[in-house]
Nanobody, 123 residues
Framework: QVQLVESGGGLVQPGGSLRLSCAASGRTFNNYAMGWFRQAPGKEREFVAAITGSRGITYYADSVKGRFTISRDNAKNTVYLQMNSLKPEDTAVYYC????????????????WGQGTQVTVSS
């Protein structure tokens, strides 16, 4: 059982930066691959980034590659999403998710989800 809580969302101007955090509870956090997804109003939830449990192998959606960085601190049971060069189209609710084992960009393969945190990019 894993419980996830996102934080760090807010309002930023285009070109700005924001760092999201996802705090996990439970044992064996390092065995879970972690992912970030986002959902804009009226749109389907989409994959953003993922990272493997212990070795830190990462994968990104093309839309954020080069701008976003996913990382994790297993000692703190926390995963991060550093977002740079933000664009208005990045505006969405961002969700942290966890799955046992390997890397995945598929939404339904993640068993555990946080409540989401709002990111708004606007001038």
């Amino acid at each position: 059982q894993v419980q996830l809580v996102e934080s760090g969302g807010g309002l930023v101007q285009p070109g700005g930066s924001l760092r999201l955090s996802c705090a996990a509870s439970g044992r064996t956090f390092n065995n879970y691959a972690m992912g970030w997804f986002r959902q804009a109003p009226g749109k389907e939830r989409e994959f953003v980034a993922a990272i493997t449990g212990s070795r830190g192998i990462t994968y990104y959606a093309d839309s954020v590659k080069g701008r976003f960085t996913i990382s994790r601190d297993n000692a703190k049971n926390t995963v991060y999403l550093q977002m740079n060069s933000l664009k208005p189209e990045d505006t969405a609710v961002y969700y942290c998710a966890a799955r046992w084992g390997g890397l995945s960009s598929t939404l339904y393969e993640y068993a555990y989800w946080g409540q989401g945190t709002q990111v708004t990019v606007s001038s």
